[in-house]
């Protein structure tokens, strides 16, 4: 039997077992504290190399965010065929990948092949094997470089994405608050101006027609 208009519920158990069905996250600082060590042990694990890949620059899809910029999958085959990458090579040396991508533009094009390009002039591959050299790897007075100026500074490159950042042109360009000491004076009472202009827009054939007749009075006494 269903109950119509606004009645009392009939015999439901919501409350029953309900410390069962309810999840308290007190575990909160412990994941934070947990997360950190792992991203520590991971920076560790695979130093001297960064802990993310290189990431193309892309824009977002549809009309509303197409203006904006962001990070992609993957270069696409094209844009390592420019840069002179292979496309087994690449994820080998920290470029990201996406064989499905295709560029759609010119411009996009020439902004990840620059980026690649700009990738590979600051990278450093160290040898697989101590005193095996082969063409991929950089020379050994780079790597002997390298290893003094990061004794130095503490390390080298942590991310990528600090080093060659995706800089998003349309928010940094984009129009933000206007101060009050920034807008002009303009008119002191453009309310009175607005009205005064509607009204006499509003009354332009009543004054033509008011002047005619006086116009024609005018006449008509000369006679």
């Known amino acids: 039997m269903t109950i119509k208009h606004n009645q009392q519920i009939q015999h439901n158990h919501f409350r029953k077992d309900w410390q069962r069905r309810v999840r308290c996250h007190f575990d909160q600082p412990g994941r934070k504290s947990r997360r950190r060590n792992a991203r520590l042990a991971k920076a560790a694990a695979v130093a001297p190399r960064p802990v993310d890949k290189l990431r193309p620059i892309v824009r977002c899809p549809t009309i509303k965010y197409n203006r904006r910029v962001r990070a992609g999958r993957g270069f696409s085959l094209a844009e390592l065929k420019e840069a002179n990458i292979p496309r087994k090579l690449a994820p080998t040396i920290g470029i990201s990948v996406d064989p499905r991508r295709a560029n759609l533009s010119t411009a996009s094009l020439a902004t990840n092949v620059e980026?690649?390009?700009?990738?590979?002039?600051?990278?450093?591959?160290?040898?697989?094997?101590?005193?095996?050299?082969?063409?991929?790897?950089?020379?050994?007075?780079?790597i002997a470089t390298f290893k003094k100026s990061s004794k130095d500074n503490g390390g080298g490159v942590k991310k990528t994405s600090d080093v060659l950042r995706i800089v998003d042109r349309a928010r940094a360009e984009a129009v933000g608050e206007i101060k009050r000491s920034e807008i002009g004076e303009?008119?002191?009472?453009?309310?009175?101006?607005?009205?005064?202009?509607?009204?006499?827009?509003?009354l332009v054939g009543v004054r033509?027609?008011?002047?005619?007749?006086?116009?024609d009075e005018a006449q008509a006494s000369k006679k």
């Open 115 to 142: 980026r690649l390009k700009a990738y590979r002039a600051r990278l450093i591959i160290f040898p697989r094997r101590a005193g095996t050299q082969k063409a991929v790897d950089s020379p050994a007075d780079e």
């Open 186 to 202: 303009g008119t002191k009472d453009a309310y009175r101006v607005l009205r005064e202009a509607r009204s006499e827009a509003r």
């Open 208 to 215: 033509e027609k008011r002047a005619k007749a006086k116009a």
